[in-house]
T-cell receptor, first 113, second 115 residues
């Protein structure tokens, strides 16, 4: 079946611009996660959605970062007023409620110039 | 394209040999551990998991060992193949947090398989 998809695969933006990254989770998966992977680093948790519950935003690095999940499916991660340190690969993952195997998308490589 | 860092610890193994990738975790409350494989330009892929009530778990060509005393996890790959070349991450979480798991990832080890 279809896996997690993300778009765009690559995004180059100028410092100060806003960007939106999209994630389409696996159908039927109620949990959705966003991670950031910087060069030389492991995966850094950003935010997670579980069903209709309030999202866990504890990993968002600043108030420039926000995410929403519409209809319990597609999610959008928005970064406002991008900075060069935001350059990274942004990964989305989904999993079945209370199961722990997270399926990852291919990521969006964001470059802020 | 390159999706992970250039300064990761690297393990070079000859094709056919066994590989052992190590991971130290810090949270003594963690009771569920996962190994992921990440190939260049792709997202991490689940390999194998282990719960804290086990010391060892085997999959196809892979074995995970857990030593809770020293908070150490290892991934053993038997008869390493060129297709095993990737970055390997361990991840940990506590199943008692009441959430659908917020994984904490290690920094990763790059496995290079030489012919």
């Amino acid at each position: 079946g279809a896996g997690v998809s993300q778009s765009p695969s690559n995004k180059v933006t100028e410092k100060g611009k806003d960007v939106e990254l999209r994630c389409d989770p696996i159908s039927g998966h109620t949990a959705l996660y966003w991670y950031r992977q910087s060069l030389g680093q492991g995966l850094e948790f950003l935010i997670y959605f579980q069903g209709n519950s309030a999202p866990d935003k504890s990993g968002l690095p600043s108030d420039r970062f926000s995410a929403e999940r519409t209809g319990g499916s597609v999610s959008t991660l928005t970064i406002q007023r991008t900075q060069q340190e935001d350059s990274a690969v942004y990964l989305c993952a989904s999993s079945v409620w209370r199961l722990y195997e997270q399926y990852f998308g291919p990521g969006t490589r964001l470059t802020v110039t | 394209g390159e999706s992970v860092g250039l300064h990761l610890p690297t393990l070079s193994v000859q094709e056919g040999d066994n590989s052992i990738i190590n991971c130290a975790y810090s949270n003594s409350a963690s009771d569920y551990f996962i190994w992921y494989k990440q190939e260049s330009g792709k997202g991490p892929q689940f390999i194998i998991d282990i719960r804290s009530n086990m010391d060892k778990r085997q999959g196809q060509r892979v074995t995970v060992l857990l030593n809770k005393t020293v908070k150490h996890l290892s991934l053993q790959i038997a008869a390493t193949q060129p297709g095993d070349s990737a970055v390997y991450f361990c991840a940990e979480t506590s199943m008692n947090t009441g959430t659908a798991s917020k994984l904490t990832f290690g920094t990763g080890t790059r496995l290079q398989v030489t012919l």
